[in-house]
C-alpha cells in the first residue's frame, strides 16, 4: 500500500521544535574488507531510496505475544495473529509519524516520501540523503570482490527524533565479504563411489551408501518420513527463499526428480519475484548462479512432496543502491512482502547468512522483529547455522582480545537455526558446523536450561572467555549436511554445507504442518519453545554426541566445540525423527 505522504498527514501541525543534530548511529571505521576509496567520488545526484523505520509501539509485549502463542500448555498457544491484529498492536504511534513529518517539511523531502506501513521511503538523491542525515556519503571498495558502494560512518537525526526512529537504511550497513553469503562449502572432499548391496540397508536406509553421500532416498530412511504423504490441497505451502540473484532451474529439477525421486516426478516449484527480483533458466553469468537454488528447491520439494513449493527470488539492486552493488537489505524485502500477504505460507527455508558483527545492531534487532512478526502469524522459518564452526577469524570482533564469530539471522531468537552433520552410521557433528552465542539478542527463556545445562556439564570452562555465554545459543537442531547429490547443468555434483541441513529440515517441518493443518490443529509457528520443551523431553530429535565443530585454529589451536549428550552449539538438540516428532505433534502413530 503505498500513500502519498503528503496528503495522508495534510491537516496536522505539529509546533514542536525538533531540536538539535545530535548522532544517531556511527562506526570508527568501515568494517573489513571495506576500505574507503580516497579520491573516489560520489555522485550527489545518484538516485537513493532511503528507508526509515519508524519505532513500533508494544514491541516488548509483542515479543511475550510471540513467546505466548508459541509455548505449548500456554491457554492462547496456536492462536497465532491475523495482518490487521499485528498492525493493532505494532503501529507506530501517529505522534512520531508527525514527528518526522515536520522534518521531512523542514527539509523539503515530503514531497519525495511515501509511508509504507512502519517505514517512510524518501524516493531521492544520494544529495538529499546526506543533508538529511547530516551525513557524508563516501565511495569504499570490498577488497575480496571489488565492489564498490556509497556508504556513510555516521549520520545523525534532530533530538527529539532519536525516541522515534529505529534505524534508517542505506547508511552504515556494509556487507560482508559476499554479502548474504549462501551457506554452501565449496570443495569438501568428495565422495569415494561406494557400493552399494540389498545386505546393507535396514529399515530402508542403504547404511553404506547413504554413509559417503546423501539422496533423498537416505534422508526419507534415516529420518523415518518415507511412509508419510502430505496433502497437495490443504492449504500448506513451503518457501525456499533465494538472493543474490541465484536462479534454480526447473529443467535441473527435472532431471533430479527422474534420477532421484521418481515419486515426485510430474512435479514442479512455483516462483515469486519480490523487488525486482528474476529466475533466469539457463545461461545465467556474472554474478548469477544456480547452485544454491538447485540444491534447495531439489531437496526441499522432493522431500516435502506434494506440498506445494515456491521460490522465491528477491532482488536486491540499482537504483535503491549504487551501480554495481547487489546488496540492498534484501531481508528487508523479503521480510515487508510476506507481511504484506493475507496467509503466508507455514514453513520458509533460508540458506543465507552473514557474520553478525557485520550487521549494524540497529538493522539486526529490525529484521529480527520482521521474522518475529512472521512467526506471529503463524510460520516456521528455519535458517543455515553457516559454514564457519565458530567463526574462522577470532580477531574481526576485536584485535586485542580473540573472539569466536556468531552468524545472524541464525543468532535472531524467533527463526530455527539448523546445524549439520555427516555419516549416518552413526551421524556425527561435521566440523564446519556453525554454532555459538550472539552478541545482540540475550538468551531466550525457552533454552536457557538445556544452554545452562550444556555451560555448567559439558563445556570446556577455559574457552568460555571467546563467547558471549549471556547471548541466544544456536544451533536449536540440524540434519545432514555433506555430499548431497544435485543435478547442476545436467551433471550430477555434490554439494554441502547448512545449506542442504536447512531446506532437509524445513521439509520436515512442512511436513509436521501438513499433518497439523489436515488434523485441523493451527500450524506450529515459531518453533522453537516446542521443541527445547515437548519433541526434546521426548526424544524426538536425535542427540548427535560425536564429533565437534572447528573454528580459527591458527589464532585458538582447540577453537570450536564438541558435540555432546543433550544441546550443543554444533547440532543443537540433534537430527530429526519424524515418526516420534509426529506423535509428539498430532499423536498420530506413522
Ligand atoms: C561410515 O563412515 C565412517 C567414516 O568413514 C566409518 O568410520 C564407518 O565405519 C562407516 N560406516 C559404515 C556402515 O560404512
Ligand atoms: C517421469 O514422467 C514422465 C512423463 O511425465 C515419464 O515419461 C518418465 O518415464 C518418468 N520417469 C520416471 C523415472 O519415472
Ligand atoms: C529490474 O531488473 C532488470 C534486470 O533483471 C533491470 O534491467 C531493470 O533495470 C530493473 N528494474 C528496476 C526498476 O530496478
Ligand atoms: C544458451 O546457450 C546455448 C549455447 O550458447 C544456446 O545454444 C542456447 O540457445 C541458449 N539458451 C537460451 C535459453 O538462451
Ligand atoms: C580478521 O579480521 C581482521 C579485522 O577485520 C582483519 O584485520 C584480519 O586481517 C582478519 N584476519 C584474517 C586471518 O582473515
Ligand atoms: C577489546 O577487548 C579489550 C580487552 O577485553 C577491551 O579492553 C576493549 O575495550 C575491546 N575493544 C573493543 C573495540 O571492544
Ligand atoms: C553479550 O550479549 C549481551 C546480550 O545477551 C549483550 O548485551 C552484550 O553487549 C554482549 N557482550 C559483548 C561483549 O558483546
Ligand atoms: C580445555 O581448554 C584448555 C585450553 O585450551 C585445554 O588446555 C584443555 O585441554 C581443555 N580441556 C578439555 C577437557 O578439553
Redesign the pocket.
Known sequence: MKIAFISLLVGTTVAADLGSYRVFEQLSEAPAPWTLQTGGQVDEDQRLKLRIHVKNQNIESFHQKVYDVSTPDHPEYGRHLSRVELRDMLAPSQQSYDMVQEWLEETGLSAKATIENDWIIIDGTIGDAAKLLDAEYQLFENKVTGKMTARTLAYSLPASLHAHIDMIAPTIKFGSTSTMRSTLVKNYPAPAVVQSSSGNVHDGLDVVACNSSITPDCLKALYKFNHFRASRRNGNAFILAGFLEEYAQHDDLAQFLGTYAPHANSSDFSTILINNGSNLQQNVSGTQQTGEANLDIQYGLSLSYPTPTIYTSTGGRPPETTPNEVDNEPYLEFLTYLLKLDSIPQTISISYGDSEWTVPPSYAATVCNLFAQVAARGTSVMVSSGDSGSGGNCSALNATQLLYTPAFPASCPFVTTVGATVQVAPEVAVDFSGGGF??????PAYQDAAVNTYLNKYANTSNNQYF?V???AYPDVSAQGVNYHTIEQGSDVPESGTSASCPTFASVVALLNSDRISNGLPPFGLLNPWLYSKAADAGALTDIVLGGSAGCNSQIPDAGFPATVDWDPVTGLGTPDFKKLRFVSTGIES
Do not use: V
Open positions: 550472539s552478541n545482540y539478542f540475550p538468551r558471549n549471556t547471548g541466544r
